[in-house]
């Protein structure tokens, strides 16, 4: 595995990184002004440091280009930069006596644009770890800023925890796992590290079955069920995990926590396109659950769905499926099945709709307490849709009476509307809907691949 920081990790985590200090520089920094001030932080002379867990040894390290933030008096004041030796950067209009405080924020950088003196909070999310371990590190700095100083000393403290994972997996693909704290903020204002779980909380774990190490944030227990799901980066397949028990920061946990990613997730109808159906929504872990809700075009859930929310609608004009900008079909970045489930993954034409009802009986049915329709096949396999109803504006209605599918059709004729199917207990086929609706996505992906 090529991991970023990561010299040789297998049972270990970072402990603490020392930063020593240096010669001091000739020319000395202005202090309270409103040009940049260069400071410096050299590293030990190994690059690193090493610590010892149950007689296995691993090494942090930093390569060329990682920054550290540093804040100080409440607010961001700029950033340094490894050059392979030691940091070094600008920091603007530090104050004279004020402590410095230094944030590495592992191999994510934030979404934000910074302004130094401005900003006091700015987010990471630990996502994706198939090919190097994150690391969030926090310098509480006894350092305070003097304007005849260039070069200071700081000890990163390691605010995350290294998890082993036993992955058993049918898939080839990575193995994402929910539920996890994996959002860190820096509130510059109080010199502090803050975590949260971000939407479902996933984690990316190296794909295919055996030992997986990750980088989680501290969390109390999070048990398997609801919150304890895995499954495989295609969509393919979906599964469990066990529970996790509460961790510290620097903590670590040996013992592995089980995950086994292996009931399909994708049923073959024998339709003549040999289009293949997800068995369950997008967001939902099981054929019954109803899942998230999406406008059209739209990738991620929301509160409130609306004209004035919708992000293709700018007041009164559409901004995108215009009508008259030549697109009719939605784009991979604008198709909720693509972006949550890969792009083995898209939203059915409302043409392959069509296919599913036309080459299957379809009846109204309950199934393991909630009302749908189920699609069977000649060849024995069936596809279940639940009756989870449409959200508009921050309600849910018709759920367990209706069931709304989006294709990814544009209604042509009258681009504020797009193709979906609709069903009840006595009917069922395709009709329009206003595209800003919050209404079910069930993905399909290309002929018989597995």
């Not at 005849?148 to 058993?168: D, I, P, R």
């Not at 990738?299 to 901004?319: A, E, F, R, V």
Request: glycine share 12%; with cysteine; proline share 4%.
């Amino acid at each position: 595995m090529n991991m970023k920081r990561f010299g040789t990790i297998v049972t270990a985590l970072l402990v603490l990184v020392a930063l020593t200090q240096c010669k001091k520089e000739e020319q000395p920094a202005p202090a309270n002004g409103s040009e940049a001030v260069t400071i410096t932080l050299d590293l030990k002379s190994n690059g690193g440091t090493r610590v010892d867990v149950n007689t296995t040894t691993g090494e942090v390290t930093y390569q060329n280009g990682d920054v550290i933030y540093v804040a100080s008096g409440g607010h961001y004041i700029g950033t340094l930069t490894y050059n392979g030796t030691n940091f070094t950067g600008g920091i603007t209009d530090p104050i004279v006596g004020e402590p410095l405080h230094f944030y590495f924020l592992g191999n994510v950088a934030p979404a934000e644009t910074l302004a130094a003196g401005t900003t006091t909070t700015c987010s990471v999310v630990i996502t994706d770890q198939t090919e190097h371990l994150p690391v969030i590190e926090y310098a509480p700095s006894n350092e305070y800023y003097d304007s005849g100083e260039t070069t200071y000393t700081a000890m990163l403290l390691n605010k995350c925890a290294l998890v082993k994972f036993n992955v058993t997996t049918a898939s080839e693909a990575a193995t994402c796992i929910t539920g996890m704290k994996n959002k860190v903020t820096v509130v510059f204002s109080g010199n502090t590290l803050t975590h949260s779980q971000e939407g479902n909380g996933i984690i990316t774990l190296p794909a295919g079955s055996g030992e997986k190490w990750a980088i989680l944030l501290p969390q109390e227990a999070v048990e398997a069920g609801e919150d304890g799901t895995a499954y495989s980066e295609d969509g393919a397949f979906t599964g469990t995990r066990g529970a996790v028990p509460a961790i510290r920061n620097n903590g670590y946990l040996p013992m592995g926590i089980d995950i086994m990613v292996s009931t399909p997730n994708v049923v073959d109808l024998g339709l003549p396109s040999g289009l293949l159906w997800a068995t369950c929504n997008v967001g939902a872990e099981a054929p019954e659950d109803y899942g998230d809700y999406f406008a059209w075009g739209e990738t991620q859930p929301k509160d409130t769905y609306n004209w004035s929310t919708y992000q293709y609608c700018n007041g009164s004009n559409l901004t995108k499926y215009t009508g008259s900008d030549g697109l009719t079909t939605l784009l991979p970045e604008d198709d909720a099945a693509t972006a949550n489930w890969g792009s083995d993954w898209r939203m059915p034409t409302k043409e392959e709709w069509q296919e599913l009802y036309n080459n299957t009986t379809c009846t109204w049915t309950t199934q393991n307490g909630v009302n749908g329709r189920l699609f069977t096949a000649s060849n024995g396999n069936s596809l279940f849709l639940p009756a989870a109803g449409y959200r508009n504006g921050t309600s849910l209605n018709y759920a367990g009476t209706y069931g709304y599918y989006w294709s990814s059709s544009l209604l042509t004729g009258n681009p504020d509307y797009a193709w979906r199917f609709d069903f009840r207990s006595v009917g069922y086929g395709m009709s329009s809907g206003y595209r800003y609706g919050g209404q079910s996505v069930r993905a399909v992906r290309s002929a018989r691949q597995n």
